[in-house]
């Protein structure tokens, strides 16, 4: 008999900044506003390490069309709540000139304990990603599919990077914020598991050592959710535009049910060494979509708008099935437009182009990153 299928469930987690929309600076977020979102959103919404931070996540959805309604409604919230305030919520992985020695922690036991056991490393955590769940009952099956799935996390951080600015200086990345989050234990690619066993005497050895408390303190790239039975792909910038959001997590969604569906007729993606997808995830946090990806079967270094395309016919399939077609065909638009990485430089030289000073050319990055959060709301 057949193994069923699982539904491919889908959930997805953005962490945004909030700004003073007259400074356009990061700001404090006050204790009236996430009462106020609290008592719409619920459990959906809650403070983030920094307090100018805010975190958001969907309800476990059947599909990208739900997850839609319900991130829109979420940002909606968010957005309208934080006008009261004189503020706005931005969805970039980094503020482009905003200083992280200025900010605050939540004061909160989670985040005080996080704030002593990290010490420097956890003040620089001025950074926003996007996490996408994805459901898979059986406990082997995610740690097989999280081995495969580990050659495609350089694609989707190509595809979302949202943070070239750092205390108003271009850093020459598309992806600044992984070299934050990289400082701090237990980040970057996963680790291979050959089973759910393997993979559960590593978490107890780290829990028992009194290292971590539970598996939510391991924050690699993507990783078995601790708390739900999903995958967890944690590689992602935050995206500005709620179209790339989506367009992400249907990438995501569809990968996984191709591993599936692979591992059903007794085949798979190779699985490479970390050290080969190190190389194409500093590619992509260097480049974004302009540097192009090694594809190690070929071995050569083959241009995002190709693999872009390989992507589309390898998953269509998959997202036919899973009802997001339209949503990984937009991966093109990326292609076409650029990254947000790449639209906020754009925005950036033609504010210097017209002369205006380097801070009000960062005042328009600003703008130009608040009016994306707003767009198909």
């Not at 704030?115 to 990603?129: E, F, N, Q, T, Y």
């Not at 996408?132 to 979302?160: K, M, W």
């Not at 028992?208 to 967890?232: G, H, Q, V, Y």
């Not at 990254?339 to 050319?361: I, P, Y």
Request: net charge negative; charged share 30%; hydrophobic share 40%.
């Amino acid at each position: 008999m057949s193994k069923l299928e699982p539904d491919f469930t889908i959930g997805i987690e953005e962490e945004y900044l909030l700004v003073d929309t007259e400074t356009l600076a990061l700001a404090r977020a006050p204790e009236a506003l996430m009462e106020a979102c609290k008592a719409e959103l619920d459990e959906q919404v809650s403070p983030e390490f920094l307090q100018c931070q805010i975190e958001i996540g969907t309800h476990v959805c059947k599909g990208v069309a739900s997850a839609r309604e319900d991130l829109r409604h979420l940002r909606r919230v968010v957005a309208d709540k934080a006008r009261d305030h004189g503020l706005a919520p931005i969805a970039a992985a980094c503020h482009p000139f905003s200083d992280w020695k200025a900010q605050h922690h939540t004061d909160k036991q989670r985040y005080n304990e996080l704030s002593r056991d990290l010490g420097g490393v956890a003040r620089r955590l001025l950074i926003c990603g996007m996490h996408v769940h994805v459901g898979l009952p059986d406990e082997e099956d995610r740690v097989d599919i999280v081995n495969q799935l580990t050659y495609f996390l350089p694609h989707l951080l190509a595809l979302s990077a949202s943070s070239p600015y750092w205390q108003g200086e271009d850093t020459g990345l598309a992806s600044y914020r992984l070299t934050i989050f990289d400082n701090l234990p237990r980040t970057g690619l996963p680790p291979k598991f050959w089973s759910w066993a393997e993979y559960e005497r590593t978490v107890t050895a780290l829990v028992d050592l009194d290292l971590i408390e539970d598996a939510s303190k391991i924050w690699w790239d993507l990783r078995p959710s601790a708390k739900f039975p999903t995958i967890e792909a944690r590689i992602c910038d935050v995206s500005p535009r709620i179209d790339t959001a989506l367009t992400i997590a249907a990438i995501i969604q569809s990968l996984t049910r191709m591993l599936w569906r692979l591992k059903g007729r007794n085949q798979r993606w190779r699985v490479y060494d970390n050290v080969l997808i190190a190389e194409n995830r500093w590619m992509a946090q260097r480049y974004g979509i302009n540097g192009g990806l090694v594809d190690f079967g070929r071995r050569e270094i083959v241009p995002l708008a190709d693999l872009v395309d390989e992507f589309i016919d390898l998953l269509s399939e998959d997202a036919e099935a899973l009802g997001c077609l339209p949503e990984l065909e937009s991966a093109r638009r990326i292609i076409a437009e650029g990254t947000s990485a790449d639209r906020q430089r754009r925005v950036f030289a033609d504010a210097v182009e017209a002369e205006l000073s380097r801070k009000e050319a960062l005042d328009e990055v600003v703008r130009h990153l608040i009016a994306e959060f707003h767009e198909g709301l």
